[in-house]
């Protein structure tokens, strides 16, 4: 029944060679890799006037050389990633860049702050749009979570059916997001140059403004950076391509790039043109939207498109984690699971894993996952600052043909990264200080699943360790609990292995118990040996380990193997176990755990 | 450590010898299985006088004949309660007289209604003692629920320790609010005979009453009964007395008749004297206290040991819960596990079922258990029935000498206890419903799985089932992984078996793997077969089990016995198995479950 579930929600399993169909051509790719970076759009250009408010509205004319100034570090970024692009055509991005050029330690730092960002993207953009849906029909207010949760779950189930699907999917409503945000944009821009729009309603440009400070304006820019975020999504996900992956891939960050600047610099001079103040009820898109084409179909098409793109922002997510996690897995920092293929050949415990964290990050504050933002850009900007400087070295290390234009690239861009890096520390340093703990802590992970894997392979490689000792025989015990059919098939199982001692084992509480037993043993079955343990603490395990330690300790000397050999019931019904005392499971426990011996174990299938 | 924690929490194990040491004299036993019945006083005068307030102030006069048809109820059941402990000397009480007599259901009856009982009583009690509590601090009032568990856990721990040292510490509260009662009642009625209580108080006995009804009689009348819940405690416990147990058990009883007689009729006629009314600040035996002593140390006094008794009220569930448990156990009706005797040879299990449960009640009701006392009065109402009735029979049945008396006595119980049984039906029904429902599922889960208990019987016994079929040879699949030194280990045991057949399964996911595996296989272990099944959906499990099964079949036709051989890691930390992918766990379980194969398991244990 359960098999027949996941067949309805994620379809037939694939096999192997069917990966081949499962990747993306680029208008599927642009669709699923972009939409974090453009759904930024939404809420990037607001961010910057955010903070400019705080002086005044004179200062509002910023916008424009900070948008300007943001415009450069996208161009610096999708430079340098195209050169990241095809310069590590396998993927992994910033973690294999740093990893490669800057370190082994970089390297971690870089991905696991990547890794804790796309958990970030899914929790935050998941509940934005969210909150974008329930501000439009209010009565769905108090069910916020639940339907952030079931979003959740929806991307994380068209995830699972595989990426081809959930692009097909998906595409359209980032096409049409694209597409509503041109249309707003042209039309404002025609109502400017017919003159629709008084130029009386901002500050012109140069205007002096009282108190603003140096601070003030790269507060103002490390804000509007945080529309880069998802930039590098990617760099990470060339294995989701069509062949050739890389040229694909490069190509399809440009298209994202000119997007994203032609959308980013539209709203941004749009906003200063019409003189619009962000305030809490409406966002400054659909203060743009409205004032262009009033309370019309436009108007709700804008505002229903960029809910959608702000819930499929999450997606990126989804493309770009379980590929940094097999990279991650394949390196060994994190478990081996991730690097599997599921059933749709997509790496599902990756999936999976996303999907879960971001419904507990959503349960846990509730919804209200806004003031993770400043978190979330920054974990994107330590990735983005390592991944150039890491460029950086390359370029010096390998110089090769035409390689100072490239070093140029690369160093302008992780200088800027930094800066921001640098800026977010300073300005919003309370609501990022969490960064410092969990990172070192992700880190320290990954180095302790890796010295445990390394360990585990230097103990299992023929190579280095000690041949095996060989065995020259076998001793056999067998707990019995009373003289039934059980123990009898056991017992005959047991005989037939051709061992070269059978011993059973009774423990009996009462030394009533112990002469009866033995009796009734010696005519049921003499030739098997019985060993009884009187138990005074009725205590089942505490005699038997003993035993079995003297037994182990003679079995060695001459290379005897023991081989304890438990029968089990299997009831009919799950419900069943709870009858028995599961003496079977306590023991085989014990025994494998603490002790180098082998445990056998005979089912006995109850049939009623 | 946590062995370390248990000995300190519960003492060092005992022997099962030292079981003779365990019992309890009469002194101790009174003290620990008449809580419950004794601390009735403290709440039963107050419900005749609340269902008579109903009417008004001068029909408090009936209260005097209504605890005259109490007294005569409590002077029924502890005659036939006392011929049952003579009749049924091994305990058991009202489950076993009303399974032998009046047959199994009746039984399961009686037994279900009282486990369930029990463990409202402790829920009940620990509430009320709490609220006596935090009514004299209000502080606390707050904290009442986290205080109640603890007190639970206090007790169950008590009780794990054993019931000579329970008894022994919770002997002298119960002794000390005997004592205080008498006091009271003694200097109440001192005061009344010399005159220090005016008799105007209270409206003489025979005034007539506007509206009194039959049916409002009768509910008081059942209220006060409530004050006999406990009183069939001795009868379930049987086994914890000193030999000559049914005698010591008799005597105890009557003591405990005797008391409980001496200060329910005590408290009773005070409160009627001195015109007492109930209110919702104070308590009857409070007010009736401050009447005689005003707020001296005597009434602190009488408030303390009534608000301790409350709590150790709970104390006789324990004492009877657990025995109960042992006979429904052992006659197949619940889970065997409740039969065994744990470290200090109670029945530990039992106990902390008991605790467990009632702390969910607590939870469940958040401390405010009182809506339940209707329910747990009747609980106690139903067994009375069945088991007087059952006696009946039993005197019809064996005619024994001097049986008349004996028939007379049960006849008159069973008879006022299906009354007040009927009364709490026709005047409670609103708050005792549940009963109606959670009895039927009760039986209906005694019945079933008894009927999973006889079915395994019934399949084990040599005597009923079908002879073993004779082993003829071995064959042994070993899934293999990769050439590591875990697949040499669990080779050369396969190899040192002597089976008939050893064949290697490794199921590749890629055709290519499939050629290159079976070549390194060829060079590094000729001498054992090995098969490979190229898996193109990547599971491991399904080609295992498909070619399992065609190996089973084969096997059968000649009565080979089929053994898988699983090697395991066995890491050094807790925390490394999620590094691994459990992949012997689930090929086990999968095994053991669905094919009738032995599995063998060779732990690997890591040494990093």
Same mark, same amino acid.
């Given at each position: 029944?359960?098999?027949?579930?996941?067949?309805?929600?994620?379809?037939?399993?694939?096999?192997?060679?069917?990966?081949?169909?499962?990747?993306?051509?680029?208008?599927?790719?642009?669709?699923?890799?972009?939409?974090?970076?453009?759904?930024?759009?939404?809420?990037?250009?607001?961010?910057?006037?955010?903070?400019?408010?705080?002086?005044?509205?004179?200062?509002?004319?910023?916008?424009?050389?900070?948008?300007?100034?943001?415009?450069?570090?996208?161009?610096?970024?999708?430079?340098?990633?195209?050169?990241?692009?095809?310069?590590?055509?396998?993927?992994?991005?910033?973690?294999?860049?740093?990893?490669?050029?800057?370190?082994?330690?970089?390297?971690?730092?870089?991905?696991?702050?990547?890794?804790?960002?796309?958990?970030?993207?899914?929790?935050?953009?998941?509940?934005?749009?969210?909150?974008?849906?329930?501000?439009?029909?209010?009565?769905?207010?108090?069910?916020?979570?639940?339907?952030?949760?079931?979003?959740?779950?929806?991307?994380?189930?068209?995830?699972?059916?595989?990426?081809?699907?959930?692009?097909?999917?998906?595409?359209?409503?980032?096409?049409?997001?694209?597409?509503?945000?041109?249309?707003?944009?042209?039309?404002?821009?025609?109502? &400017?140059?017919?003159?629709?729009?008084?130029?009386?309603?901002?500050?012109?440009?140069?205007?002096?403004?009282?108190?603003?400070?140096?601070?003030?304006?790269?507060?103002?820019?490390?804000?509007?950076?945080?529309?880069?975020?998802?930039?590098?999504?990617?760099?990470?996900?060339?294995?989701?391509?069509?062949?050739?992956?890389?040229?694909?891939?490069?190509?399809?960050?440009?298209?994202?790039?000119?997007?994203?600047?032609?959308?980013?610099?539209?709203?941004?001079?749009?906003?200063?043109?019409?003189?619009?103040?962000?305030?809490?009820?409406?966002?400054?898109?659909?203060?743009?939207?409205?004032?262009?084409?009033?309370?019309?179909?436009?108007?709700?098409?804008?505002?229903?498109?960029?809910?959608?793109?702000?819930?499929?922002?999450?997606?990126?997510?989804?493309?770009?984690?379980?590929?940094?996690?097999?990279?991650?897995?394949?390196?060994?920092?994190?478990?081996?699971?991730?690097?599997?293929?599921?059933?749709?050949?997509?790496?599902?415990?990756?999936?999976?894993?996303?999907?879960?964290?971001?419904?507990?990050?959503?349960?846990?504050?509730?919804?209200?996952?806004?003031?993770? &933002?400043?978190?979330?850009?920054?974990?994107?900007?330590?990735?983005?600052?390592?991944?150039?400087?890491?460029?950086?070295?390359?370029?010096?290390?390998?110089?090769?043909?035409?390689?100072?234009?490239?070093?140029?690239?690369?160093?302008?861009?992780?200088?800027?990264?930094?800066?921001?890096?640098?800026?977010?520390?300073?300005?919003?340093?309370?609501?990022?200080?969490?960064?410092?703990?969990?990172?070192?802590?992700?880190?320290?992970?990954?180095?302790?699943?890796?010295?445990?894997?390394?360990?585990?392979?230097?103990?299992?490689?023929?190579?280095?360790?000690?041949?095996?000792?060989?065995?020259?025989?076998?001793?056999?015990?067998?707990?019995?609990?009373?003289?039934?059919?059980?123990?009898?098939?056991?017992?005959?199982?047991?005989?037939?292995?051709?061992?070269?001692?059978?011993?059973?084992?009774?423990?009996?509480?009462?030394?009533?118990?112990?002469?009866?037993?033995?009796?009734?043993?010696?005519?049921?079955?003499?030739?098997?040996?019985?060993?009884?343990?009187?138990?005074?603490?009725?205590?089942?395990?505490?005699?038997?380990?003993?035993?079995?330690?003297?037994?182990?300790?003679?079995?060695?000397?001459?290379?005897?193997?023991?081989?304890? &050999?438990?029968?089990?019931?299997?009831?009919?019904?799950?419900?069943?176990?709870?009858?028995?005392?599961?003496?079977?499971?306590?023991?085989?426990?014990?025994?494998?755990?603490?002790?180098?011996?082998?445990?056998?174990?005979?089912?006995?299938?109850?049939?009623?």
């Amino acid at each position: 029944m359960l098999v027949a579930l996941k067949r309805i929600l994620i379809g037939r399993p694939l096999k192997s060679n069917e990966l081949g169909e499962q990747k993306l051509n680029k208008t599927k790719a642009l669709a699923i890799l972009s939409s974090d970076a453009l759904s930024s759009v939404a809420y990037g250009p607001e961010q910057i006037l955010l903070v400019l408010i705080t002086i005044s509205i004179a200062a509002f004319w910023y916008s424009i050389p900070i948008g300007i100034g943001v415009l450069i570090l996208l161009v610096a970024l999708i430079l340098s990633y195209r050169q990241i692009i095809f310069a590590y055509p396998h993927g992994g991005g910033a973690y294999v860049v740093s990893k490669e050029n800057l370190g082994k330690y970089p390297g971690l730092v870089a991905g696991g702050s990547l890794l804790v960002d796309y958990i970030l993207t899914v929790a935050v953009s998941v509940s934005a749009g969210t909150d974008a849906i329930t501000s439009a029909f209010p009565t769905l207010h108090e069910h916020t979570v639940g339907i952030a949760v079931v979003f959740v779950i929806l991307i994380t189930l068209l995830n699972l059916r595989g990426v081809t699907e959930s692009a097909s999917i998906l595409a359209y409503p980032v096409y049409l997001f694209v597409l509503a945000l041109f249309i707003l944009i042209g039309a404002g821009l025609y109502n &400017i140059a017919s003159g629709g729009v008084s130029a009386a309603q901002h500050a012109p440009i140069g205007t002096p403004v009282m108190g603003i400070s140096l601070f003030l304006l790269l507060r103002a820019f490390a804000s509007g950076s945080s529309a880069l975020t998802g930039v590098e999504a990617i760099s990470n996900a060339i294995p989701n391509f069509r062949d050739p992956a890389p040229k694909n891939a490069a190509r399809t960050l440009t298209v994202m790039g000119i997007l994203l600047a032609l959308l980013f610099s539209g709203t941004v001079f749009l906003a200063y043109y019409y003189g619009i103040t962000p305030i809490v009820e409406a966002t400054v898109v659909s203060q743009i939207a409205e004032q262009t084409f009033g309370r019309t179909f436009m108007y709700f098409f804008i505002q229903g498109t960029t809910a959608l793109i702000l819930i499929l922002a999450a997606n990126t997510g989804y493309s770009a984690f379980p590929l940094l996690a097999v990279n991650l897995a394949k390196d060994k920092f994190i478990p081996r699971m991730f690097a599997v293929r599921g059933d749709r050949l997509g790496y599902s415990n990756g999936i999976i894993m996303l999907g879960v964290l971001s419904i507990l990050l959503i349960l846990a504050f509730k919804g209200q996952t806004e003031q993770l &933002i400043p978190l979330y850009a920054v974990g994107v900007f330590i990735p983005f600052t390592l991944s150039q400087s890491g460029m950086m070295l390359k370029w010096i290390r390998q110089k090769p043909p035409g390689w100072v234009p490239k070093l140029i690239i690369n160093t302008t861009g992780a200088f800027i990264c930094l800066t921001v890096t640098f800026v977010f520390f300073l300005t919003k340093f309370t609501q990022i200080w969490p960064i410092l703990i969990f990172l070192p802590l992700i880190v320290l992970a990954f180095h302790r699943i890796n010295k445990h894997y390394e360990a585990v392979g230097e103990q299992l490689r023929l190579t280095t360790c000690e041949p095996a000792v060989p065995i020259e025989g076998n001793v056999i015990i067998l707990p019995v609990a009373g003289i039934t059919h059980v123990v009898e098939h056991s017992a005959n199982y047991a005989k037939s292995l051709g061992a070269d001692q059978i011993i059973a084992v009774y423990i009996p509480f009462e030394r009533e118990d112990e002469a009866k037993f033995e009796e009734k043993w010696s005519k049921w079955m003499p030739d098997v040996r019985l060993v009884t343990l009187h138990s005074p603490y009725r205590s089942i395990i505490q005699p038997l380990m003993k035993f079995i330690d003297t037994v182990e300790r003679k079995a060695r000397e001459s290379n005897y193997q023991v081989t304890v &050999i438990i029968p089990q019931f299997i009831p009919k019904k799950g419900w069943h176990n709870i009858l028995h005392n599961q003496t079977s499971f306590t023991i085989r426990a014990a025994l494998l755990y603490r002790k180098d011996v082998i445990v056998t174990t005979v089912p006995y299938h109850l049939k009623k």
